[in-house]
């Protein structure tokens, strides 16, 4: 006879991930947590105050977010590294700034005559959840933001402001650099070790 509701249902997908059973509430709660700590690290960005309000209310926003928008419960392969994630953390506040500071002087400096492009970048790792962190990393501080991702060839498409005669490139090694932060921060072994690899071929 089979059962009409397996215990634990699994569904492989692309870079070690899969849909498991939800009949684990505590576990399914501690593994939204790096969700909720992403949502609070965005929310603290976004108002450029770190006061013990501002936390509250990003910790209250988060958890609206995740009630009234569950995602399906996923379990992945992605492994929390603290000091690379804290790192990860800190580059992105200090990008905010020199970002804001670069699109602040294009629209003082060239007006209506900035340039822009759209850049597209071939990321190294297939994961869907680090590629969606490295889209969010890109699209978060002002000047870049990530229009498109073409999920089967890895590829993500990326409008530049400012561009120059370099701007390809350099939109490239930006967008790789996150992707090799993201998966210093949260990536398995075998990815840390093909971004590391894929990064010394590009300096080499």
């Known amino acids: 006879m089979v059962d009409p509701e397996p215990r634990h249902r699994h569904r492989r997908r692309r ?22 700590g992403w949502l609070v690290l965005v929310w603290l960005l976004l108002w ?4 013990f309000g ?14 009234f928008f569950p995602a399906p419960p996923i379990a992945t392969d992605i492994r929390l590294r603290p000091l690379r994630a804290g790192q990860l953390g800190l580059f992105l506040a200090w990008d905010l700034v020199v970002s804001t500071g670069r699109v602040a002087f294009e629209a003082v400096v060239r007006g209506p005559r900035v340039r822009a492009s759209i850049v597209a970048v071939t990321l190294v790792t297939d994961s869907d959840h680090l590629m969606a962190m490295v889209a969010n990393a890109v699209s978060l501080a002002p000047g870049n933001f990530v229009l498109q991702i073409d999920r089967a060839n890895r590829i993500c498409y990326v409008y530049a402001l400012g561009a120059g005669e370099n701007a390809t490139e350099r939109v490239r090694r930006e967008v790789l650099g996150w992707e090799r932060r993201v998966v210093r921060a949260v990536g398995t072994g075998e990815q840390v070790r093909l971004v590391d690899r894929n990064h010394r071929s590009e300096v080499g």
């Open 15 to 36: 870079g070690g991930e899969h849909v498991i059973s939800r009949r684990h509430p505590v576990g399914r709660a501690v593994r939204r947590l790096p969700l909720l």
């Open 48 to 51: 450029g105050t770190y006061d």
């Open 54 to 67: 501002t936390i509250f209310f990003g910790i209250v926003v988060g958890l609206l977010v995740i009630g």
